[in-house]
């Protein structure tokens, strides 16, 4: 008779009217969660905005689709075709540095920035650094949890992405 594995079910976490994660259990402890908005204190909050830059090219969520909407302006510019190909080469390197970069971090880089606002009782809550996020993080994935649930607290926390995704979604509609 051969063994069945047993299936572990992915549990999404609660939230509050605003989407904001409330407090959660898993066997290594339970866990606090900070209000985007609320103070985060130094250490949490110098983490935080060095995280909250999108794919390595030092701009917040809004500013590199501004980057973005650049590259699409300077291809249609009256510019030298020469002119155009080196500023055309110069931004699309950076992002595509950004993405290499993304792409060698363990985690998501929203679920490192969700672990920012989160504690585990027992730790200090004024500070926050990469081995600890990863004890959570590894926590919750042998837990079961959601990424849905962290993915979208992370998104409560950058600023502008609301907005800037409402605006991609009606540009896609005019497209359709």
Same mark, same amino acid.
């Given at each position: ?15 509050? &009217? ?22 985060? &204190? ?5 983490? =935080? ?6 794919? &390595? ?54 679920? =490192? ?8 009782? &027992? ?12 004890? =959570? ?40």
């Amino acid at each position: 008779m051969s063994e069945q594995t047993e299936q572990k079910i992915i549990r999404e976490l609660e939230v509050d &009217g605003s989407g904001v994660l409330l407090p959660f259990e898993t066997k290594k402890g339970r866990y606090n969660v900070i209000r985007p908005g609320d103070p985060l &204190g130094i250490v949490r909050w110098t983490e =935080y905005e060095r995280l909250a830059l999108v794919m &390595g090219t030092g701009q917040t969520f809004s500013q590199l689709l501004d980057a973005l909407d650049s590259v699409k302006n300077v291809l249609g510019s009256n510019k030298t075709v020469e002119q155009i190909r080196v500023e055309a080469i110069l931004l699309i390197a950076s992002i595509q540095k950004g993405i290499i970069d993304l792409s060698k971090a363990r985690f998501s880089k929203a679920i =490192y920035q969700a672990s920012i606002f989160i504690w585990r009782d &027992g730790d200090d809550r004024m500070t926050w650094d990469m081995a600890t996020a990863e004890d =959570y993080i590894q926590d919750w994935a042998e837990e079961g949890l959601s990424e849905h649930s962290f993915f979208a607290f992370a998104a409560l926390t950058v600023n502008g992405l609301i907005p800037t995704f409402r605006k991609l979604e009606a540009e896609r509609r005019q497209l359709e």
